[in-house]
């Protein structure tokens, strides 16, 4: 069975253990939600997720194999939103998305759906300088179904967005999803997901590993 | 190769929607080269003697003054670490936003370098040779720039430590630039420093990218 897993995963961050022995086990097609109070480590197991940070202990296995040794094929698989929305204020939203597509290869028949789903197709040609917080993030998520990536790591995706945006994003998941898509998504508001499972970070704390994994 | 069109693309639209940028550093480099006189005195030979010189630091400066945007923009608004995530090697990423940074200041300088030459009286004949020399050179120090632009990613007032950084490297192609139009000056024979130049510009070609995307890298973490 196919299952993107992580096994006693330890992540330190300036000398010191954001979290420890952390697993999971996510199937093509699940979603994950983490949760867990300000500092618990959600960011930083997504971007350690993404390859962006390499773990201080444990092993990621995708479908069975190693991500770690084989990470710049893994970075391939993610589509990534952090807390920053990587828009270019002078460029227009079409120029914004169409750098994306362009850099995975992606169709441009993509970026028109993109644009639809998040209700930006009247704003494509509007520099986003001018556009709002919320239409910035409505922006850097209607990049995720530009290219086929697999996994959806998403940290508070909800920032901002008002009600019909955020449920825009639950048809978006739900869509990526159907398709065998996964996505993890760290959040403290409310998202609609069906059937996801849920990480509460709070219960991996980092306290007392320390010394063992810096010695 | 269409991916890594599309990023120098995306880079040259960016800096082509912000022209003050790209015009700041040429109107930096005349003025800078035009205060000259004022401060060694008006006296044509002097002026046609230490013209090359002074051409190729305040070109140098100006190129040091716009190394700080290369990476910092893109780390600052999140896209650089989705460029570590996509598909490029972040080598030919760095490659890429040299090429575009090159475009945007290292040739508006070679093309406003004729007009400072006329201002120091410089002999017309060894033009193409400062040019061309500023042609070889320029890219070198767009390449050895971008190592700086990367280390200083995260750290405060990057934009003055990346002169501290940059600056003694940059040393060797001032002095074979200089002495490139010297020696067309004094009917020698340029060839030989241009060649060294070149082989300056084909050793960062193939040794920065590698520092540079280490030091993105490193930023994203």
Redesign the interface.
Known sequence: MSLFEGRDLVCLRGGRAVFSGLSFGLPAGGAMLLTGPNGSGKSSLLRLLAGLIRPAGGELLWDGAPVLGALDEHRERVAFLGHLDAVKPVLTLRENLAFWAGLGGAASARIEAALARFSLTDLAEVPARLLSAGQKRRLALARLPLTAAPLWLLDEPTVGLDRASATALAEAIAAHRAQGGRVIVATHQVLELAEAQTLSLGDYPGEGVLLEYVW | M??WL??VG?DL??AL??QADAAMIVVFFVLTAGIFPFGVGPEPNLLARIGPGVIWVTALLAVLLSLERVFLVDY????L?????????MELVVLAKVLAHWLTTGLPLIVAAPVIALLYNLDPAALPVLLLSMLLGTPVLSLLGAVGAGLILGARRGGVLIPLLVLPLTIPVLIFGVAAVDAALADLGARPYLLILGAMLLASLALTPWAAAAALRQA??
């Open positions: 269409t991916a599309t990023l995306r639209r960016l929607r912000q600052e608004d999140g896209s670490e989705l460029l570590v995530l996509g598909p490029l090697p994203v973490e």
